[in-house]
């Protein structure tokens, strides 16, 4: 799934080119891609008909367009689901579920999903703290390149949560955007095995790895984010580059640029957890691998 800096390229490219755009109708080709809109593909098409998309928005890894009546289109990009910008007219996409044509007669916005893991769902905006967010969406903290982020009310979430370091670190309600990715590459800068108790990690500590993780996401934000095949792209359809700097993950069997140990894979969770044995030794008491 993108992480932060994947959906904020995203998010930047829906900004420039849907803002204050009206809708002027809406093909849905597979019903799939809008299950998550419950009263089902006709209900979503009416309804979004004749809205304006006043701003594209986004917390965390959750990215959304805010409409001029009131709603939003939430979008949720799973594995392979992409939001792209194209002329009308242009040839369909092999995987292409939903046409949004604007009244300008301008480029469209497709939404192009291969394995249909993500979907689109029109939701209501509630406020939270002072910001409209969808509903769905309510839950979620805010992220570190949030204006209104408090990275030491941050810290204490993440060490009050009795679990390993790298679970919490992925909790979305706690601090959001960090995935996978971006867990190992900031446990890595941070010298810290991933199954390290936060309760035995000091608040200096889970700070620097909170900083580890802010920066490591700005400079993939810099290079596009991370793209490991076709299936991530931005609006233009163009891919992220930020795997060519990544330290530690996916990077099973080559040697740590820190010291030089093979890195290691482990299962995580259904996934995995890469990182150096030197570099971020194991916790003495972590008898098993968290799943």
Same mark, same amino acid.
Request: hydrophobic residues 30%; proline residues 10%; negative net charge.
């Given at each position: 799934m993108p992480e932060l800096p994947e959906v904020e390229v995203v998010r930047r490219g829906l900004h420039e080119h849907v803002t204050g755009r009206t809708v002027a109708s809406v093909e849905v080709l597979h019903a799939r891609a809008i299950r998550r809109h419950l009263p089902g593909a006709a209900d979503f098409a009416v309804r979004l008909t004749g809205q304006r998309m006043d701003a594209a928005r986004r917390r965390g890894k959750y990215l959304w367009v805010d409409l001029s009546g009131g709603e939003a289109v939430l979008a949720h990009l799973g594995m392979s689901g992409q939001m792209l910008v194209q002329p009308v007219g242009a040839p369909d996409e092999k995987h292409l579920r939903v046409r949004v044509?604007?009244?300008?007669?301008?480029?469209?916005?497709?939404?192009?999903?291969?394995?249909?893991?993500?979907?689109? %769902?029109?939701?209501?905006?509630?406020? $939270?703290?002072?910001?409209?967010?969808? +509903?769905?969406?309510?839950?979620?903290? @805010?992220?570190?390149?949030?204006?209104?982020?408090?990275?030491?009310a941050a810290v204490r979430a993440l060490r009050s949560r009795k679990t390993d370091v790298k679970r919490a670190l992925l909790d979305q309600t706690l601090v959001s955007g960090v995935g996978n990715i971006y867990a190992d590459e900031s446990l890595w800068r941070a010298r810290l095995h991933g199954l390290r108790p936060t309760a035995k990690l000091t608040t200096a500590k889970t700070a620097e790895l909170l900083g580890h993780a802010t920066q490591v996401m700005l400079e993939a934000l810099g290079q596009g984010g991370t793209s490991f095949d076709a299936l991530y792209v931005n609006v233009n359809g163009q891919s992220g580059y930020f795997d060519r700097s990544l330290a530690v993950y996916g990077q099973e069997d080559r040697p740590? %640029?820190?010291?030089?140990?093979?890195? $290691?894979?482990?299962?995580?969770?259904? +996934?995995?957890?890469?990182?150096?044995? @030197?570099?971020?030794?194991?916790?003495?008491d972590a008898k098993t691998v968290a799943r």
């Open positions: 044509v604007f009244e300008d007669d301008g480029p469209e916005l497709r939404f192009v999903d291969q394995r249909t893991f993500g979907g689109l %769902a029109l939701d209501e905006l509630v406020e $939270v703290d002072g910001t409209w967010l969808p +509903r769905q969406v309510s839950h979620i903290a @805010r992220d570190p390149m949030d204006p209104e982020f408090d990275a030491d740590c %640029a820190r010291c030089g140990t093979a890195i $290691v894979r482990e299962p995580f969770m259904n +996934r995995s957890s890469y990182s150096c044995p @030197r570099c971020q030794p194991r916790p003495r």
